[in-house]
C-alpha cells in the first residue's frame, strides 16, 4: 500500500521557480491499474519519479505499508527501488549494444544472482512477453512495440510489487499500443501498476482507475481509495539483509574467499542500487544532472585507476564468460568434441586464458604521465575530482600497547594475508582497493568529503598522523573494523579466518556485541611502519635480513614507529549516494 501525503514539489531556476507537485494527496491499493492523465507540464513524471523513489520532494510524505519513509536513509531507498518497484520508461532505454536477453539480464546481474540462474530468468521473463523467439537480438533489430515489451521484461524480472511506466505508448503506434496495454493489463493483475499516459482512450479502455493531473494538482480521481479506512497489511520486511562480518565468515568461509570478486560486486550493487537505473539511463538517454551526481558519488567509491602494470580485464572476462557458460548448448557442444565434432564455439582452455592474460599485460609509463599531470594534464584539473597517487606499499600498522603490553600488529593480518595470498602483485592492488584493509588513503579534497560526510565527532584530520573513522550511513561500525583496530582480540580474527581456510566453513564464531563509543575511537592510537623497518642490514655483507619475526627487534622499531591518532569520527550525509571513503579508517598521509 503506497500512500501520497501533501507531497509538494518545486523545481528552483535562476530565472523562475516551478511548481511541478503541489499538495498532493494519492493513496494506491495493493493491486490496481491506475492511469494518470493530464497535459504535458502537469507533473506526471515528476509524480512518478517521486512514487519511484528516483526524485525527493520538498514536503509531504510517501508512507509505504503504512510507514513514513521521512527517515530512509539512502540505503532503504535502493532496496525499496531494488526490490519492489520495476521501471517502464517511454524512451525504452535499452541498451543498443547488447542483446535484449543481455538487457533483462542486467537487471539481476546488479542483484547478484548467479550466472545460470540469470540467464533462465531473464529467457522465461521475455517469453512471458511474446519475444522467446528473439532473445539474441538488438534493439536496433526489433520494433518499437517489441522493445517497450523487452523494457516490460526487464522491470519484471524482479517480481516488483509495483511497476512505474512514464507514457510506455508515447511512442508506439495505435496496433502496437494496444500490444502494450495487453501486456500491462496482465501484469496488473496481481500488482499495482501506475501509468503515466496522455492517451485518454488508452487509459479508459484498460485502466481500473483514472486520476486527472493538472499545474501539479488532482483534479480528478475515479475511484478514490482511503488508505485509512482500508484493512491495513501488514508491513513486510524488506529484503535487504545485513550480516556480521563473522557471520557471513561462519556462513560461508569458502565461498567468501573463493568469490571474493562476486561477493564485492553484490555489496557494491546493495550499497548503490541506483546504478542499475542511472547506468541504463545514462547510456541511453545521455547524462542529465541527477544521473551526473551519482556518477561523481560512484566515482569517488570506484575511481579510474591507471596502474603501471595493467591487462585487459574486460577482454579476459569474455573468455571466463564463454568458458563459465553453463547452458545446455554448451555441455552438448563439449560432449561431441569428445566424439571428434568439436563446435566453433568450444570452451576456451585454461591455459590459453591465462596465455592471454599475460600476453596482454601492458607497461605504462608512470614517471612521464606523472609529470604531464604535475605540469596541469591539459586541463585536467577541470574533469577530475581528485587525483591520488600511490606508491604499492601498505604501511604495516600496530596498536601501541598500554604501559608494558606489547605492541599488537593489525595490518597485515590472517585476513589481507589470505585475501592477497598467491595473487600477482597486480591483483594484489585490486584486493586492496576492494578494502580488506580497513586502513586506506584519504583522498585530497575536503570539499568533496564536507559534501558527502558529517563529522559527528572530534575533527577532520589536519596533519599526516591522524586518521578519521569513518561510520556507514546509519552510524555503524562493522565487526571487521572494530577486530582490525584492535578494538576486538586481532588475534581471534586471525584464529577465525585460519579455521575458515581450512575447516570448509564450519567454525564457531564469536559474539561480537561490543560497545563502541566515539570516546573510544578518539582515543585510539596506532604505530605505523614502512615495511621496510622490518629488515635490518648486515654492515659486513650489506645483505638485509627479514627481522619481523624477532619481536624484540619488531617492538623496538614500533616505539619508534610514527604515531596515528583517530581525531575524528565522520558518517555519510543523506545526500551523498557513495562515498569517497570506504567505510573504516582512511589516514591522511601524504
Ligand atoms: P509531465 O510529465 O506531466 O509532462 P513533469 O513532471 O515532467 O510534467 O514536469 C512538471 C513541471 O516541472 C514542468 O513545468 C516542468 O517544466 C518542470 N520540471 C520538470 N523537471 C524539471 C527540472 N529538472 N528542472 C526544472 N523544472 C522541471
Ligand atoms: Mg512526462
Keep these: 500500500m503506497l500512500e501520497l501525503k501533501g507531497i509538494c514539489k518545486r523545481y528552483v531556476t535562476q530565472s523562475f521557480t516551478q511548481v511541478a507537485l503541489d499538495n498532493v494527496s494519492l493513496s494506491f491499493r495493493d493491486n490496481e491499474f491506475v492511469a494518470i492523465l493530464g497535459p504535458s507540464g502537469s507533473g506526471k513524471t515528476t509524480m512518478l519519479n517521486v512514487i519511484g523513489g528516483l526524485d525527493h520532494f520538498d514536503s509531504g510524505d510517501l508512507l509505504i505499508d503504512g510507514i513514513s519513509t521521512k527517515d530512509f536513509h539512502d540505503r532503504d531507498w535502493d532496496a525499496y527501488r531494488n526490490n519492489r518497484i520495476g521501471f517502464v520508461f517511454q524512451s525504452y532505454n535499452l541498451i543498443p549494444h547488447q542483446t535484449i536477453l543481455e538487457n533483462v539480464e542486467l537487471a539481476l546481474t546488479l542483484t547478484g544472482v548467479g550466472h545460470a540462474e540469470r540467464r533462465q530468468r531473464a529467457r522465461e521473463a521475455l517469453e512471458k512477453v511474446g519475444l522467446g523467439e528473439h532473445v539474441n537480438k538488438r534493439p536496433s533489430q526489433l520494433s518499437g512495440g517489441q522493445m517497450q515489451r523487452v523494457a516490460i521484461a526487464r522491470a519484471l524480472i524482479n517480481d516488483p510489487e509495483i511497476v512505474l511506466a512514464d507514457e510506455p505508448t508515447g511512442a508506439l503506434d495505435s496496433t502496437t499500443s494496444v500490444q502494450v496495454m495487453d501486456l500491462l493489463k496482465d501484469v496488473a493483475r496481481d500488482r499495482l501498476v501506475i501509468m503515466v499516459t496522455h492517451n485518454p482512450e488508452l487509459a479508459y479502455q484498460y485502466a481500473t482507475r483514472i486520476v486527472n493531473l493538472a499545474d501539479g494538482k488532482i483534479t480528478d480521481d475515479s475511484d478514490p481509495f482511503d488508505a485509512a479506512k482500508a484493512a491495513r497489511r501488514e508491513a513486510k520486511p524488506t529484503r535487504k539483509t545485513s550480516m556480521s562480518f563473522v557471520t557471513a565468515l561462519g556462513l ?21 542500487g541506483i546504478i542499475g537505473i542511472a547506468a541504463i539511463l545514462a547510456l541511453s538517454n545521455g547524462v542529465n544532472g541527477y544521473i551526473k551526481k551519482v556518477e561523481e558519488d560512484t566515482l569517488s567509491s570506484y ?33 561431441d568434441s569428445a566424439g571428434g565434432k568439436a563446435k566453433g564455439t568450444d570452451r576456451i582452455p585454461v591455459v590459453t586464458a591465462v596465455k592471454d592474460m599475460f600476453a596482454s599485460v601492458k607497461s605504462n609509463d608512470m614517471t612521464s604521465f606523472k609529470a604531464w599531470l604535475d605540469a596541469g594534464g591539459d586541463g585536467i584539473d577541470k574533469e577530475v575530482n581528485a587525483i591520488q597517487y600511490g606508491y604499492g606499499v601498505s604501511p604495516v600498522v600496530y596498536r601501541a600497547g598500554k604501559g608494558d603490553e606489547k605492541p599488537v600488529r593489525l595490518v597485515p593480518n590472517a585476513m589481507t594475508e589470505a585475501m592477497s595470498g598467491g595473487a600477482s602483485s597486480a591483483a594484489t592492488v585490486n584486493m586492496e582497493s576492494m578494502g580488506t584493509s580497513v586502513f586506506n ?29 569513518v561510520l556507514s550511513s546509519r552510524g555503524t561500525v562493522g565487526d571487521y573494523t572494530l577486530y582490525s583496530i584492535g578494538a576486538l582480540d586481532i588475534d581471534e580474527l586471525n584464529d577465525l579466518v585460519n579455521s575458515a581456510m581450512t575447516a570448509d566453513g564450519k567454525i564457531e564464531t564469536p559474539e561480537t556485541g561490543t560497545d563502541f563509543t566515539y570516546d573510544d575511537a578518539l582515543s585510539t592510537t596506532f604505530k605505523v611502519l614502512s615495511p621496510a623497518d622490518a629488515y635490518r642490514k648486515n654492515e659486513e655483507t650489506g645483505m638485509w635480513t627479514d627481522m619481523s619475526g624477532d619481536t624484540d627487534f619488531m617492538a623496538a622499531k614500533v616505539a619508534d614507529g610514527i604515531d596515528v591518532h583517530i581525531v575524528g569520527v565522520v558518517r555519510p550525509n543523506e545526500t551523498a549516494n557513495a562515498s569517497a571513503l570506504s567505510p573504516a579508517l582512511p589516514t591522511r598521509m601524504r
Design 441 to 469: 588513503e584519504m583522498i585530497d579534497d575536503q570539499s568533496l568529503l564536507d559534501s558527502q560526510y558529517d563529522v559527528v565527532a572530534g575533527h577532520w584530520p589536519t596533519s599526516a598522523n591522524e586518521a578519521v573513522m
Design 252 to 272: 560461508s568461509a569458502r565461498n567468501l574467499m573463493t568469490k571474493k570478486g562476486r561477493t564485492a560486486m553484490t555489496a557494491f550493487a546493495g550499497s548503490i
Design 303 to 335: 575511481p579510474l585507476t591507471i596502474s603501471k602494470q595493467d591487462y585487459d580485464l574486460s577482454s579476459m572476462m569474455g573468455g571466463q564468460g564463454a568458458a563459465d557458460d553453463d547452458s545446455p548448448e554448451n555441455v552438448d557442444s563439449s560432449d
